[in-house]
């Protein structure tokens, strides 16, 4: 297929992700493991955010805060963080095992928080996590950085200018590799909801953050490969019903023993498709837009991390004292969707509630 090219100037959508105007805000990083030294260290430091103290009780990760990224106050307690009164902001990135006891750390020190996704486990923690920020008057909040994610947002944004019309049908298909990836991360490879609800919810929640609604009710199926090396299944696919014509579709394998890794998204609307992944691709075919098809160019685009997105939009939150895109309240539809999801698969297949 041809297509002409065009931008997001000339689709009239965002071309860069807003900031917050301090870049001095002293941020306290409970948990350095993977995804903190991988991504939100240097993300943070990218942009010239100030990262004043990190707690561990692992002293290699410790040494890599002060070694790696000059991060010279290092506690093995979070509380000791917590209470620390240089620390203004604090950003949760350990394992969803210890996320309520956190909360309630910060509440009594009166300080915001931001947890790495999950945002718990089960809705009930989630609902407790909620009632504890709002009783303690403190800012809450979720890192669905996949929001931030450049063609993530731009898709976000060109479906809410209504480029393609009303959205009916929602679609991720992502191939990986982590199966093999983290067979030795013995927290990851033994837990039964790896897929369903410690992975998904980023899709879940994309599906959210495109359509802008919520799924009523959700159809899970989860498959394994034989000799695989996770106690959980590897291998997802859901169908979202959001009623009043609206379905979702997800579909994830991490079981994968070749390169052949990928990730496919779509949403197709009453006046066009989107078609794009979560790297620098995506294609239009509007009515609205005439009868070409369209290559997104992407490069005068001013994109960072999007690591930096779900931190930044949460540091805005607090310095114009309004609701984060991601707290906690609005991402309990999310947990409710996955955690349905994790339901009906455990049930080999049925449709499960995931509203109320
Ligand atoms: N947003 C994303 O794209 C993304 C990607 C990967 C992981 N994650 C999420 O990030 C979180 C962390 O994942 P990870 O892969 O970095 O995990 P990890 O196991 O590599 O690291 C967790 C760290 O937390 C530390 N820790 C444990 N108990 C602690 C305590 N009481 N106080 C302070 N630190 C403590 C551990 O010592 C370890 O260094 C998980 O919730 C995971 O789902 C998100």
């Known amino acids: 297929m041809n297509y002409s090219q065009i931008t997001l100037k000339e689709l009239k959508v965002p071309e860069s992700i807003p900031f917050p105007k301090r870049t001095d805000w002293h941020i306290g990083m409970i948990g350095f493991g993977g995804i903190a030294i991988g991504a939100h260290a240097p993300a943070y430091q990218n942009v010239g955010w100030n990262i004043c103290a990190v707690a561990d009780p692992n002293s290699e990760a410790r040494r890599i805060a002060q070694e790696k990224y000059g991060i010279q106050k290092t506690y093995s307690d979070f509380h000791e963080l917590i209470n ?20 309630k750390t910060s509440g009594r020190a009166g300080k915001p928080i931001i947890t790495e996704k999950p945002f718990a486990r089960s809705v009930e923690e989630c609902e407790r996590m909620i009632k504890i920020a709002d009783d303690a008057g403190i800012k809450l909040a979720v890192h669905q950085n996949y929001r931030w994610m450049k063609m993530n947002y731009t898709a976000h944004h060109i479906i809410k200018k209504g480029l393609i019309g009303d959205p009916f049908f929602a679609s991720i298909e992502i191939f990986g590799t982590q199966d093999v990836d983290l067979a030795g991360h013995e927290f990851y490879s033994s837990s039964e909801d790896f897929l369903t609800i410690q992975w998904n919810n980023h899709l879940a929640d994309l599906l959210r953050y495109w359509t802008g609604k919520d799924a009523d009710r959700v159809f899970a199926r989860t498959g394994r490969m034989k000799g695989q090396n996770f106690k959980g299944d590897n291998l997802l ?69 999007s690591f930096a997105g779900s931190m930044g939009d949460f540091l805005i939150s607090i310095e114009q004292d309004k609701e984060p895109s991601v707290s906690g309240r609005r991402n309990l539809a999310t947990i409710k969707t996955v955690s349905a999801e994790h339901e009906s698969s455990m049930k080999g297949g049925k449709w499960i509630n995931c509203k109320g």
């Open 237 to 305: 696919c859901s169908i979202a019903d959001f009623g009043d014509g609206l379905t979702g579709h997800i579909l994830h394998s991490e079981l994968l023993r070749s390169h052949l890794r990928g990730t496919q998204c779509r949403v197709d609307g009453s006046k066009g498709s989107l078609k794009f992944d979560f790297h620098n691709n995506l294609v239009i075919q509007s009515e609205i837009l005439g009868k070409e098809s369209f290559r997104l160019n992407t490069k005068e685009a001013d994109f960072t991390s």
């Open 84 to 103: 620390d009164d240089a620390i203004e902001v604090i950003d949760l990135l350990t394992q969803p095992t210890i996320r309520e006891e956190v909360v």
